[in-house]
């Protein structure tokens, strides 16, 4: 693994051995035991976006691993004033071991990614959420046992979520139910994607359909970053397509929740059924540290 870029490109093997680092991460963590092992590292975290989790648990990642975060905002780089991709990613390669970016376009990832010369991780783009999954799938595991057959549902927009949940659920041996409207459906590329599956996956319009029998029920923002200027429209839109009790019920009686967060409460999810399964939602947000540790190890030691 030379970086990490989006799902596609890891194979179920990669995908299993970060989460089993993210774990011995976790518990050496969590017993005092120290892991200095990017000890002299530094990574570079790009924001073209808001963020409190990524931000967060990168910095304090890297602090943890001995090594240092320099949080580098969109608009105060040259970048922001037009400097190119390319030019930004052969500098950066001159000082960091890493580089962590949140951004727009996919593509802009992954020109960082083949012009510079150091590891890049996607901290989130308008096509995927890699940390984040991987983030999940841990939580899932932790929680459940193992991934394998587990039903993942999925309820909302078919955004950046969607499609990495559709990717890394399929490759970790799960089965995913997604149920978008007609109108905003997961990407091509995730589609094209999950037509190899087609026993594990499937996709509707009908959140009560898809949620029959699910082991994890998942739901994201109905207005992703960038996409505030058709809140209106979108509000409209996805109107039912919530978790709410009667989701819940046609879920199985153990069924989690997961979130990646920020939530808006009384839209995307009832806050009855988020406070009910806040213990497994913050468990979920404060494992993107472990897993992004297990990361920036893979990647850069
Ligand atoms: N889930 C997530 O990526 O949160 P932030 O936007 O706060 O980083
Ligand atoms: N789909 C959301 C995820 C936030 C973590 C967004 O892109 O804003």
């Known amino acids: 693994m030379k970086h990490l870029l989006k799902l596609l490109d890891l194979t179920p093997e990669e995908i299993t051995g970060l989460l089993n680092l993210a774990d011995q991460?976790?518990?050496?963590?969590?017993?005092g035991i120290p892991h200095p092992r990017?000890?002299?590292?530094?990574?570079?975290?790009?924001?073209?976006?808001?963020?409190?989790?990524?931000?967060?648990?990168?910095?304090?990642?890297?602090?943890?691993?001995?090594?240092?975060?320099?949080?580098?905002?969109?608009?105060d780089l040259q970048i922001g004033r037009g400097e190119s991709v390319?030019?930004?990613?052969?500098v950066l390669s001159r000082y960091l071991d890493g580089i962590m970016i949140r951004t727009f376009?996919?593509?802009?990832?992954?020109?960082?990614?083949?012009?510079?010369?150091i590891p890049v991780i996607n901290g989130l783009t308008d096509f995927a959420h890699p940390c984040q999954v991987l983030a999940d799938?841990?939580?899932?595991?932790?929680?459940?046992?193992s991934l394998e057959g587990l039903k993942l549902c999925?309820?909302?927009?078919?955004?950046?979520?969607?499609?990495?949940?559709?990717?890394?659920?399929?490759?970790?041996g799960?089965?995913?139910?997604?149920?978008?409207?007609?109108?905003?459906?997961?990407?091509?590329?995730?589609?094209?994607?999950?037509?190899?599956?087609?026993?594990?996956?499937?996709?509707t319009d009908s959140p009560a359909l898809a949620a029959v029998g699910a082991d994890v029920l998942y739901t994201d923002v109905w207005a992703s970053m960038g996409m505030e200027a058709e809140r209106t429209e979108r509000a409209r839109a996805f109107l039912g397509y919530q978790v709410n009790e009667?989701?819940?019920?046609?879920?199985?009686?153990?069924?989690?929740?997961?979130?990646?967060?920020?939530?808006?409460k009384g839209e995307e999810i009832t806050s009855d059924v988020f406070e009910a399964h806040a213990g497994e939602i913050f468990d979920e947000a404060e494992n993107r540290m472990h897993i992004q540790k297990a990361i920036l190890v893979t990647l850069m030691e």
């Open 25 to 31: 991460l976790k518990y050496e963590r969590k017993h």
């Open 38 to 75: 990017l000890a002299g590292k530094t990574l570079g975290m790009i924001f073209q976006k808001a963020s409190t989790r990524t931000r967060v648990s990168f910095e304090v990642g890297m602090f943890q691993l001995g090594g240092m975060a320099l949080f580098l905002s969109g608009s």
């Open 86 to 90: 390319s030019d930004t990613a052969r």
């Open 105 to 117: 376009s996919q593509d802009e990832v992954e020109a960082l990614a083949s012009y510079g010369s």
């Open 137 to 145: 799938l841990m939580t899932i595991r932790e929680s459940k046992g």
């Open 154 to 172: 999925y309820i909302g927009d078919g955004n950046n979520m969607a499609n990495s949940l559709i990717v890394g659920c399929l490759k970790a």
């Open 174 to 203: 799960m089965k995913i139910s997604a149920a978008c409207p007609k109108a905003y459906p997961p990407d091509a590329a995730a589609l094209e994607f999950a037509k190899t599956y087609r026993d594990r996956f499937s996709l």
């Open 246 to 264: 009667a989701i819940m019920r046609a879920a199985k009686p153990d069924a989690m929740v997961q979130h990646c967060l920020p939530a808006h």
